[in-house]
């Protein structure tokens, strides 16, 4: 099998990024990234993010077709990164809100000529959506990208079908990148383990309390791997750029592996904290944090912190989820490797050197 590897070749003119949902983990690296490579990037979000250079900021509420379509209606992209999504109560509101934001985005850039539209999802394409995580038969791991779907309702099969569709019609080229758990640098994201943790170490460490991990007894003992949002960004332009990633699926993990009961002990001492494994239950960080808003608080003032709200800097209910499943997670690189990517993080050094940063911008003292 020969693979090429060569830039792809669909559009050789000047190149405009638009990037779906800018302000959230995977945006805001695909933000940095883009900018340091020299595209020009349309930033789209609800809200404007910081001022950088190389970036125009487009507000718009993207469950809104009609706001979608009026912020986009001047503008050019020729590459769009989607990864974007909003948490409803049920997989089906899931399904008609997160699968009618692609739909609805790409209408509105029909005719404008796009060349390529990579999206994220991520392992719940294997383990089944929220309300019936891991609850049937799974592949087994490391997961592969040619696993059959499950035989369930979840939107991130609705999402692929969106973008099938469209680039069918349109004639773009397209790819889907299947994170695991991302980790990096936004504050007031859903789904953020890696500021989660260090608000659960500085809150520890204030009030003398143990490092305590909350998840399960199969998550502190496994095998499990990560991706870092710099990482996925790197994948997401990689891919709109390589002929041989063009209309194509694949996992983005950081590449190494790792159990929680190493990884644990080096947060804690990153911290200066003491710690506890797992012992006989989880205990989960809803519970074992709840009512803590004035001590952070408190503590944000004494620290000159920029976020006095826990609820913006903290998603208990995620990380409870993500460290509480009964069952290994790990993923396969297989495929992006033949590719030909061969980006890399170890994982231990992805947390430090976000933490490192969350401290740097006043986010945690």
């Not at 383990?193 to 809150?203: F, I, R």
């Not at 460490?205 to 003992?221: A, D, I, K, L």
């Not at 990560?226 to 063009?246: F, G, I, K, N, Q």
């Not at 952070?296 to 976020?307: D, K, M, P, S, T």
Request: proline share 5%.
């Amino acid at each position: 099998m020969t693979i090429d590897t060569a830039p792809a070749t669909a559009h050789d003119g000047p190149r405009t990024a638009l990037v779906v949902g800018a302000t959230g983990i995977a945006g805001s690296a695909l933000v940095e990234k883009l900018t340091a490579d020299g595209w020009p990037v349309l930033a789209l979000s609800r809200r404007p993010g910081a001022a950088r250079d190389g970036v125009r900021w487009l507000p718009a509420d993207l469950p809104s077709a009609e706001a979608v379509a009026a912020a986009l209606a001047p503008e050019h992209p020729t590459h769009v990164f989607f990864t974007a999504w909003s948490r409803q109560d049920t997989e089906e509101e899931n399904i008609r809100v997160n699968a009618g934001m692609v739909r609805d985005l790409l209408l509105a850039l029909r005719g404008k000529g796009i060349a390529h539209v990579a999206l994220m999802t991520g392992l719940k394409h294997y383990l089944g959506p929220f309300e019936a995580y891991a609850a049937g038969e799974m592949a087994d791991t490391p997961f592969h990208e040619e696993e059959p779907r499950l035989p369930v309702r979840n939107f991130y099969y609705a999402q692929e079908d969106e973008l099938f569709a469209a680039a069918a019609e349109q004639g773009f080229t397209w790819s889907v990148h299947r994170a695991h758990t991302v980790i990096g640098h936004a504050v007031g994201n859903a789904m953020n383990m890696g500021l989660t943790l260090a608000v659960q170490a500085s809150l520890c460490r204030e009030s003398g309390e143990p490092f305590v991990f909350p998840g399960s007894e199969t998550q502190w003992n496994g095998l499990t791997d990560m991706t870092d949002a710099a990482l996925l960004a790197e994948h997401m332009v990689w891919a709109s750029t390589t002929r041989a990633a063009a209309d194509e699926a694949f996992n983005i993990v950081n590449g190494d592996v790792f159990r929680w009961r190493w990884m644990w002990p080096q947060l804690a001492d990153y911290f200066g904290v003491s710690w506890e494994g797992f012992d006989q239950a989880p205990r989960p960080l809803e519970q074992a944090m709840a009512g803590r808003e004035a001590q952070w608080a408190e503590l944000a003032e004494r620290h000159g912190l920029v976020e006095p709200a826990l609820d913006r800097v903290a998603s208990w209910w995620h990380t409870d989820g993500d460290l509480g499943r009964d069952i290994e997670v790990v993923t396969d690189m297989g495929k992006s490797r033949v590719a030909g990517f061969t980006g890399y993080r170890r994982t231990v050094d992805a947390f430090i050197g976000l933490f490192e940063r969350y401290r740097a911008e006043n986010l945690i003292p």
